[in-house]
């Protein structure tokens, strides 16, 4: 029997090199450089946004008088107080009018206008930033405007009442009414904006969906609710969102609108007193109670944050399919 030896020479391993320094700072520059692109956001929302919200919190747990300078811890009183007034709950279901009556139209309204702007209309660039104008006009001149509208006297609104047969209507004086004047002024400086955001999605939509069903027979009305409808899904959620967030926090709008007659209240009987309203009159003139203001900002903080909640759960639901279904293969229903 024979053994073979292998005669080749032991192979002996590469000596270590010490990386360069370029090298060490490159690969540092690699793992760190996107946290400091991104680290003045965080720097910039923690002086800003959390500071504020910490501090607002602390100081709704104090007795907390401006014009004093003892501020007493309380606890949980303030919330206490609010939960049990009258005046909260009414400024609540004043809000929560206003926001249901403006911003359901606003936004049918809005996606009616996109649609109408995405077709093929001569001077498209002007029509596009028309739509635009009622929201960069400044909200004082459109409660000027929108109160002369809505006079009870000389108001156009009521002229045209008068027209058809019909009483005149105390827009001021009476709750609904004032829901309804309000929700116009919100849906002319609104709709707009909302119209351009939609527009913008219906761009990014393929054209060749549209011509498979326009070959299909399908006509405009069937291609919007088939086709352009589904697709916009996320789109129409992030503008409730918005919406959502804006009608909560109301407050230039029902302010102006009766300026001279109790202007912070809403009205002699608060007809229209929003939460934020509410919560103004309380912190500041003629209260001057901070730490009740407090209470009332944070329990609105907590009502915007669960009306986002929800829509963040129905976002994460649809996002778990293609949106459009069998419009998004081409294929109508």
């Given at each position: 029997?024979?053994?073979?030896?292998?005669?080749?020479?032991?192979?002996?391993?590469?000596?270590?090199?010490?990386r360069s320094p370029s090298v060490r700072l490159s690969r540092l520059d690699t793992r760190f450089s996107p946290y400091l692109y991104i680290a003045p956001f965080f720097l910039?929302?923690?002086?800003?946004?959390?500071?504020?919200?910490?501090?607002?919190?602390?100081?709704?747990?104090?007795?907390?008088?401006?014009?004093?300078?003892d501020h007493a811890f309380v606890g949980a009183e303030n919330y206490t107080r609010l939960?049990?007034?009258p005046d909260f709950w009414h400024?609540?279901?004043?809000?929560?009018?206003?926001?249901?009556?403006?911003?359901?139209?606003?936004?049918?309204?809005?996606?009616?206008?996109?649609?109408?702007?995405?077709?093929?209309?001569?001077?498209?660039?002007?029509?596009?930033?028309?739509?635009?104008?009622?929201?960069?006009?400044s909200t004082a001149?459109?409660?000027?405007?929108?109160?002369?509208?809505?006079?009870?006297?000389f108001g156009m609104v009521n002229w045209l009442l008068d027209v058809v047969g019909l009483d005149p209507v105390e827009w001021k004086?009476?709750?609904f009414a004032s829901w309804v004047a309000i929700s116009a002024m919100v849906d002319w400086r609104w709709t707009g904006y909302n119209a351009l955001i939609f527009l913008a999605a219906m761009q990014a939509i393929p054209r060749d969906l549209?011509?498979?069903?326009?070959?299909?027979?399908?006509?405009?009305?069937r291609q919007f609710w088939s086709i352009t409808v589904p697709l916009l899904r996320p789109t129409i959620i992030f503008c409730v969102i918005i919406s959502t967030i804006g009608g909560l926090q109301l407050f230039t709008e029902p302010r102006l609108f009766h300026s001279g007659t109790n202007p912070i209240r809403g009205g002699?009987?608060?007809?229209?007193?929003?939460?934020t309203m509410y919560m103004f009159e309380n912190a500041f003139a003629p209260h001057y109670n901070f730490g009740y203001g407090s209470a009332v900002a944070w329990l609105l903080f907590a009502l915007i944050a669960v009306v986002a909640a929800v829509n963040v759960a129905i976002i994460r639901r649809l996002g778990g399919r293609t949106p459009g279904g069998r419009a998004a293969m081409g294929e109508l229903p």
């Open positions: 029997m024979t053994v073979q030896l292998d005669a080749r020479p032991p192979v002996t391993p590469a000596p270590h090199r010490r910039i929302f923690g002086v800003f946004g959390a500071y504020p919200l910490v501090y607002t919190f602390w100081v709704s747990l104090h007795d907390w008088d401006l014009l004093g300078s939960l049990a007034d400024a609540v279901v004043n809000t929560l009018g206003i926001f249901v009556i403006s911003t359901v139209p606003q936004l049918l309204a809005a996606l009616w206008l996109a649609n109408l702007l995405n077709r093929r209309l001569r001077f498209r660039t002007g029509w596009r930033m028309a739509v635009l104008i009622p929201n960069v006009t001149a459109v409660a000027i405007v929108f109160g002369v509208l809505f006079s009870r006297e004086s009476n709750r549209y011509e498979s069903a326009a070959i299909d027979g399908a006509n405009r009305a002699p009987l608060r007809e229209s007193q929003t939460v």
